[in-house]
């Protein structure tokens, strides 16, 4: 069953706006991976949190986890057009577990 | 996707016919996994492998088999395909000595339709 559910499911915004995708888990974790997948490509790794971290940066990246939640958001700072695309949050029980996905989020960014 | 590729790309097949999908890799990982996306469940587990000839089931293995008698290679097969099958697959690899900080690099994908 799915781990992470994605919200919203997707989001539209204007370029050089913010966009925050948020993901919600049921099970306690051991680290929190965020990947983008464009359309038709395979995912690619963003950016990883640990269970003990509180946020992470990674360029125009900002991740913050909330274990007390099982919440965790991905901010993505002054936003492109080549931004578009799906982000899938993913989680791990434990170290050399094979990850779980959420449904992901579509964004889209208009120039 | 650098070091992973996956073939065939795209495959059409008839119902109850088996269907053999290959991973393989160039990055000498521990670790290889399979996925199935399909639209509104994200991307499921198929099976995974540890080493050569250590596999595991997914959330989703029925229907499915793996084996890995290499370390670069893994075969995805569909004993007997089904229209439920119909997907894309995806293959991914981790690095257990660097893992999890740099995630998973996944291959581009198998579109798989059966009809």
């Known amino acids: 069953s799915q781990q992470g559910e994605?919200?919203?499911?997707a989001l539209s915004i204007q370029e050089g706006e913010n966009a925050t995708m948020n993901c919600s888990y049921k099970t306690s974790i051991n680290n929190l991976q965020w990947y983008r997948q464009n359309s038709g490509r395979g995912l690619v790794h963003l950016i990883l949190i640990r269970s003990n971290e509180r946020e992470k940066h990674s360029g125009r990246l900002r991740v913050t986890l909330d274990t007390s939640k099982k919440s965790s958001s991905l901010l993505?700072?002054?936003s492109r057009a080549a931004d578009t695309a799906s982000?899938?949050?993913a989680t791990d029980s434990s170290g050399n577990t094979p990850l779980v996905f959420?449904?992901?989020t579509r964004l889209s960014v208009i120039a | 996707?650098?070091?992973i590729t996956q073939s065939p790309r795209h495959k059409v097949t008839e119902t109850g016919t088996p269907v053999t999908l290959r991973c393989h890799q160039t990055e000498n990982h521990r670790y290889m996994y399979w996925y199935r996306q399909d639209p509104g469940h994200g991307l499921r587990l198929i099976h995974y492998s540890y080493g050569v000839k250590d596999t595991d089931k997914g959330e989703v293995s029925d229907g499915y088999?793996?084996?890995r008698s290499k370390t670069e290679d893994f075969l995805l097969t569909?004993?007997?395909a089904t229209s439920s099958q119909t997907s894309v697959y995806f293959c991914a690899i981790s690095d257990e000595t660097r893992q999890p900080d740099y995630g998973y690099t996944f291959g581009s994908g198998t579109r798989l339709t059966v009809v």
């Not at chain 1, 994605?6 to 499911?9: K, L, R």
């Open chain 1, 76 to 78: 993505i700072t002054a």
């Open chain 1, 87 to 89: 982000y899938f949050c």
């Open chain 2, 78 to 80: 569909l004993e007997s």
């Open chain 2, 1 to 3: 996707d650098a070091g």
């Open chain 1, 102 to 104: 959420g449904k992901g």
């Open chain 1, 6 to 9: 994605e919200d919203p499911q």
């Open chain 2, 65 to 67: 088999s793996v084996s």
